[in-house]
C-alpha cells in the first residue's frame, strides 16, 4: 500500500524557515487526509497540523498556528509543512502520516513515516 518518506529537516537558526516534504508511493495518495507530527526527546508525539484529501481544509495545533503551512500536491503525490519564524521548542522529529477514516469521532492515522531531524538553535 501507501508508503511515506520525509524530507527537508535540518538546523536552523531561530527565526529562520524549514520545509518539510512527505513522499508517498502508491497510487491512491489522494484518498488520504494527511498530517504531520512532531516528538521531541522525553516528551510525546504532539499533532502539528492536518490536511484534507482535495487541500481545500486545513487545521493546525495551537503552538504553530500562524507560522506554519500545510500543503499538498495529489498530482506528484507529496504534502508540505511549511516552517516560518522557527523557535527553539520547535525542535523534534517530525513525522507525516496518512489517514482514511475516523473512530468515534476521532481521525485514525494508519501509515506513518519514519521522520526527518528539524533543530532550531538559539
Known amino acids: 500500500q501507501v508508503q511515506l518518506l520525509e524530507s527537508g529537516g535540518g538546523l536552523v537558526q531561530a527565526g529562520g524557515s524549514l520545509r518539510l516534504s512527505c513522499a508517498a508511493s502508491g497510487r491512491t495518495f489522494s484518498g488520504y487526509v494527511m498530517g504531520w507530527f512532531r516528538q521531541a526527546p522525553g516528551k510525546e508525539r504532539e499533532f502539528v497540523a492536518r490536511?484534507?484529501?482535495?487541500?481545500?481544509?486545513?487545521n493546525y495545533a495551537d503552538s504553530v498556528k500562524g507560522r506554519f503551512t500545510i500543503s499538498r500536491d495529489n498530482a506528484k503525490n507529496t504534502v508540505y509543512l511549511q516552517m516560518n519564524g522557527l523557535k527553539a521548542e520547535d525542535t523534534a522529529v517530525y513525522c507525516c502520516a496518512a489517514s482514511s477514516r475516523m473512530v468515534g469521532g476521532t481521525r485514525k492515522y494508519d501509515l506513518w513515516g519514519q521522520g526527518t531531524q528539524v533543530t532550531v538553535s538559539s
Open positions: 490536511i484534507s484529501t482535495s487541500g481545500s481544509s486545513t
